[in-house]
């Protein structure tokens, strides 16, 4: 069974860093696009960032281009997103998810980052 | 980018009603087009991608429908655990985006 786990969300000040992490299980991990979606509590899904199977293409919203960054390892079936430079408007759910082809058919469970000082 | 339109934003129907969602996208995504269901407190499920093709483990009930810049979601007769939220995505043109969801409530 598919299986992808977040972690690394949390409270940080805003121009502070988190690092999250997907732990991925149950498929052929390096075969995949991997993409980060993200929620503000209770309002609508944002796509933020999306890799290649091998990492050699990387896709960023605006918003966050030039602080985020996809990361994955396939020899640790493991997906990143490193954030620097958080703002407010980063607080979101930020979900995992496995991407054949651009749309989403596995989710993690997503894990909170919440930017207030 | 791509703006995806959904209407209406609530639909307030009773169990076994048919539930008719709308997407409209602000240019031609072709088929492009998926659709999720997002229940309180969970992360979205895939239901439709490429506008009418079931994902694995959806039951019948759901379809879906369009092409160019008109696409619907369609629950035949609602179940009681249908009641969620449902956005539509296209994946014609980055940036991928969602439209704003309807919430399915019972009436």
């Known amino acids: 069974e598919v299986q992808l786990v977040e972690s690394g969300g949390g409270l940080v000040q805003p121009g502070g860093s988190l690092r999250l992490s997907c732990a991925a299980s149950?498929?052929?991990?390096?075969?995949?696009?991997m993409t980060w979606v993200r929620q503000v509590p209770g309002k609508g899904l944002e796509w933020v960032a999306s890799?290649?199977?091998?990492?050699?293409?990387?896709y960023y919203v605006d918003s966050v281009k030039g602080r985020f960054t996809i990361s994955k390892d396939n020899t640790r079936n493991s997906l990143y997103l490193q954030m620097n430079s958080l703002r407010a408007e980063d607080t979101a759910i930020y979900y995992c998810t496995r991407d054949p082809v651009r749309r989403y058919d596995w989710w993690g469970q997503g894990t909170l980052v919440t930017v207030s000082s | 980018e791509i703006v995806m339109t959904q209407s209406p934003a609530i639909l307030s129907l009773p169990p076994g009603a048919r539930a008719t969602l709308s997407c409209r996208a602000s240019?031609?995504?072709?088929?492009?087009v998926a659709w999720y269901q997002q229940k309180p407190g969970q992360a979205p499920r895939l239901l439709i991608y490429?506008?009418?093709n079931r994902a694995t483990g959806i039951p019948a009930r759901f379809s879906g429908s369009g092409s160019g810049t008109d696409f619907t979601l369609t629950i035949s007769s609602l179940e009681p655990e249908d009641f969620a939220v449902y956005y539509c995505q296209q994946r014609s043109t980055w940036p991928p985006t969602f439209g704003g969801g309807t919430k399915v409530e019972v009436k």
């Open positions: 890799i290649k199977q091998d990492a050699s293409e990387r």
């Open positions: 490429d506008a009418s």
């Open positions: 240019l031609s995504v072709t088929d492009y």
């Open positions: 149950g498929f052929a991990f390096s075969r995949f696009w």
